[in-house]
């Protein structure tokens, strides 16, 4: 059995379910909980990660549109709660929803399924106290990494990211969600946003330029244009006024090299100009946010995706 000790440790605790939410701190009380804010209501769970301190969030989820991973996904992106890294565990009773794609991408820390024993409970929040994956960001995505190692190999390292639970359990405030630290963490996080898009943004212009034989592509140019153009604005939104103006200036070239291809069918010369602007702000990202690694972010310009 576990030997951490879990005294100062607050959880909230949230399931619908009164005699399940019983048995779920049972469980908790036997790992050395003793601090609980315990819910009912989705919308009193948002009140509580707005005013009080948590280092621990166990939420059941019932159904994927429940309002429970929508609430997740607003804490990592700062609409809701002090702490947008507060670690998450979820609850369930269904195997098939822990697999489904919308509660893969909440941002949760970790799945539990139920009937779950105390040990099994105690593994899965060690593993938050002494391992817990670091973060990546996508534009669509914030929370653990759970790419396999050839991607992360391929891509920018996560971000390790404050750990309340952690700080809390191994008495090391530094580890914790400090404004200052919060405030770099999230900064950091915003910079990778950057550089994963330019790298997805280059990637769809790549795939559009290698088209150009396809006979399929006319009837899906059109479409895949609008959705680039659409990264791009992401992308434009999350420039921050102490960014390269550069960056701002090459993803404004690159959006109005979109717009020029969306008046017309696809023709060669167009795609790969498309491609080429794409390819310079991928590079300019990468230079702009890793200015130690000058060489590897040439040297993207000639790899493959």
């Not at 190692?149 to 405030?173: C, E, F, K, T």
């Not at 950057?194 to 006319?218: E, G, K, V």
């Not at 070239?253 to 023709?267: H, I, T």
């Not at 990202?285 to 060489?295: G, I, P, R």
Request: hydrophobic residues 45%; glycine residues 6%; charged residues 30%.
């Amino acid at each position: 059995m576990h030997t951490m000790q879990y005294d100062d440790v607050v959880v909230l605790l949230f399931d619908p379910k009164l005699a399940v939410r019983k048995q779920t701190r049972s469980v908790l009380n036997a790992l050395g909980f003793k601090t609980f804010l315990e819910f009912q209501e989705l919308a009193d769970v948002r009140v509580a990660l707005s005013n009080q301190r948590v280092e621990l969030a166990i939420l059941a989820v019932e159904e994927a549109d429940s309002g429970v991973l929508g609430m997740i996904e607003d804490v990592r992106r700062q609409r809701c709660g002090l702490d947008p890294f507060v670690p998450i565990l979820l609850t369930a009773w269904d195997a098939k929803l822990s697999a489904l794609r919308p509660v893969v991408e909440s941002g949760a820390d970790d799945v539990l399924l139920h009937p779950f024993s105390t040990a099994q409970m105690g593994e899965r929040i060690e593993v938050l106290v002494r391992c817990r994956k670091p973060f990546v960001v996508t534009e669509d995505y914030l929370g653990p990494d759970r790419r396999t190692i050839a991607a992360l190999r391929a891509g920018p390292p996560p971000i390790i990211v404050p750990n309340a639970l952690q700080a809390r359990v191994l008495g090391q405030s530094e580890l914790g969600p400090t404004a200052a630290r919060l405030e770099e963490t999230m900064s950091d996080l915003r910079r990778l946003k950057l550089r994963n898009m330019a790298r997805r943004i280059w990637y769809m212009a790549n795939c559009l330029r290698d088209a150009q034989l396809d006979p399929t592509l006319p009837e899906r140019y059109h479409d895949e244009l609008k959705t680039l153009g659409k990264s791009i604005q992401v992308y434009r939104k999350t420039l921050a006024a102490g960014d390269s103006a550069d960056l701002r200036a090459l993803s404004e070239s690159l959006l109005a090299v979109v717009k020029k291809q969306l008046r017309g069918p696809p023709a060669r010369r167009g795609l790969e100009l498309l491609e080429k602007s794409a390819l310079a702000l991928r590079v300019a990202s990468k230079l702009e946010y890793d200015q130690n690694d000058t060489t590897e972010a040439a040297a993207e310009g000639i790899g493959e995706e």
